[in-house]
């Protein structure tokens, strides 16, 4: 392949992930509000298109008419920079997130991820780490003293699991004995999922994430009782979209993330049962990790309508003495896998 | 104390919080297949029952006269000052009505003192509760208004004669 051909190939595969990670936002946006209507006895949004399907349009257009007002104490650009690194690092993320097998396309051979960069799992842990500047600074920088308290207490939080976060991904990789999303997807083949195989691990990283996407139980950077809106106070119109939109990218990223570590990723065991090949396995395979991923997207959504928050110092005790314990009696566990039973 | 388990003491079940999660999770999602309780207001209406306090009419005999003898009892009472009444007499000997009889409904209360104590029966609360005015003005309701035939407010008359 000469180089115009992959720059075009991926450009393509830029595109259609772009697209679909938006319209999977918009989506999880109306999802959310339809799935706490459910569990609360009501109705939802029912009024904008068939069953209020065209809601998260409203929504947008809503949030781009409305004025943008800047804090006459805010540090001017800091403000605007925030909601941008936010948004930018939720969605580069996606870039090396496999979501289908090697597949042949009008004769050229072509990977299902954008990019296959073999410390892809590095990668994401550098990216989730700097989008505690995008929260840190829109507190700082607001100049508002809920916005501060917002960010200081996202930093600390985001800080403290991404320890337990860290230690339960390199149980993974030390079963996969690969940095790489691609291998990881591809060591975990049939039932070989880590879930199955690590549990613990499975739950640590799971409860980190969600303490990284600052979902309930686990969203006090935005504790409205306590903090207006925390770090996103003084944002509105474009800006508060961008966070916004942030927010559920980082819950999709969160998703598939977990799907790609822990759940086989496109792994279908339907495909190794019936020996299935050709175009019927790939479509199989790419519905297995869009079906994960809507999976793992309906529990975040049903979490938060099912959990109180928890207060500040439990928040800091269960990172702590909690879920770190775990994910290193899980890494224990992992070394005991690989050196006695030969995994 | 020793002996005794309050309430705040946490069973181990309890402390090491999943199964109790997985009960929560297991409410919500039992939850959202029971059928909702929202109403579709401009669609669907509420049907009030006879105890229900709307806007304050005034009843509409079967003759096309008020009942209303212009005692001023309802004015008296009303804690809000909402209700003016300017009496008249009729041809009849020593009968009265009212000339002027205006209700501000922006002042109304919907506390049903006026209907409590109207020795007539002639001013009843209604079922309506959609007011909708867009100035101050609209917002005084006179006898035009307030008259409404007796067959509407059967429900309520037999309410209050049973319980008033």
Request: glycine share 6%; charged share 20%; hydrophobic share 50%.
């Amino acid at each position: 392949m000469s180089i115009l051909e992959i720059i075009i190939i991926t450009l393509i595969k830029i595109i259609i992930m772009v697209t679909v990670l938006l319209l999977t936002v918009s989506y999880s946006v109306y999802f959310e509000r339809k799935i706490s209507a459910w569990v609360q006895n009501r109705v939802g949004p029912n009024r904008v298109g068939w069953k209020g399907a065209l809601q998260p349009f409203a929504d947008v257009f809503k949030l781009l008419l409305k004025e943008d007002i800047v804090p006459s104490s805010s540090n001017k650009p800091l403000h605007a920079l925030a909601p941008f690194i936010a948004l930018f690092v939720a969605f580069s993320t996606y870039a090396v997130i496999p979501f289908g097998p090697n597949v042949k396309v009008f004769g050229y051979d072509v990977q299902l991820v954008v990019a296959d960069v073999n410390i892809g799992i590095l990668y994401i842990l550098a990216l989730t780490s700097l989008s505690v500047y995008g929260i840190t600074f829109a507190g700082w920088s607001s100049g508002s003293k809920y916005s501060l308290l917002g960010g200081i207490r996202s930093s600390a939080q985001m800080i403290s699991y991404e320890v337990s976060m860290g230690f339960s991904v390199a149980g993974v990789v030390l079963l996969a004995e690969s940095l790489s999303p691609v291998k990881i997807v591809e060591a975990q083949h049939g039932w070989m999922w880590n879930i199955v195989l690590q549990p613990i691990g499975f739950i640590t990283f799971l409860v980190s994430a969600f303490a990284e996407t600052n979902r309930l139980p686990f969203d006090l950077p935005e504790a409205e009782p306590e903090l207006v809106g925390g770090y996103h106070t003084e944002y509105s119109s474009m800006k508060f979209a961008a966070f916004f939109l942030a927010e559920y990218a980082n819950m999709i990223m969160a998703a598939a993330f977990i799907t790609t570590l822990y759940l086989g990723g496109w792994q279908n065991p339907l495909v190794d049962i019936f020996n299935l090949t050709g175009t019927w396995a790939v479509l199989l395979q790419v519905g297995a990790f869009l079906f994960k991923v809507a999976f793992l997207i309906f529990f975040f959504i049903w979490v938060r309508w099912s959990l109180p928050r928890f207060r500040y110092d439990q928040l800091m005790n269960i990172g702590w003495k909690v879920m770190f314990p775990l994910a290193l009696a899980n890494l224990i566990w992992v070394a005991v896998l690989i050196m006695i039973f030969k995994f | 104390m020793s002996g005794i388990r309050r309430k705040k003491d946490l069973t181990f079940s309890e402390k090491i919080y999943v199964p109790e999660i997985v009960k929560g999770l297991w409410l919500t999602l039992r939850n959202m297949s029971k059928p909702n309780v929202t109403l579709e207001y401009p669609e669907k209406k509420f049907a009030p029952p006879s105890s229900y306090r709307g806007r304050p009419v005034l009843v509409q005999d079967s003759n096309g006269t008020e009942r209303c003898v212009a005692c001023g009892l309802c004015s008296r009472v009303c804690p809000a000052l909402a209700i003016e009444v300017q009496a008249s007499e009729t041809e009849n000997e020593k009968e009265r009505f009212p000339v002027k009889f205006e209700i501000n409904m922006l002042r109304c209360i919907f506390c049903s003192f006026c209907e409590e104590v109207c020795p007539e029966e002639a001013i009843v609360m209604s079922k309506d509760y959609e007011l909708v005015f867009t100035n101050r003005e609209d917002a005084i309701y006179g006898k035009d208004k307030l008259l409404v035939p007796i067959e509407n407010l059967k429900d309520r008359l037999e309410f209050l004669r049973n319980f008033k």
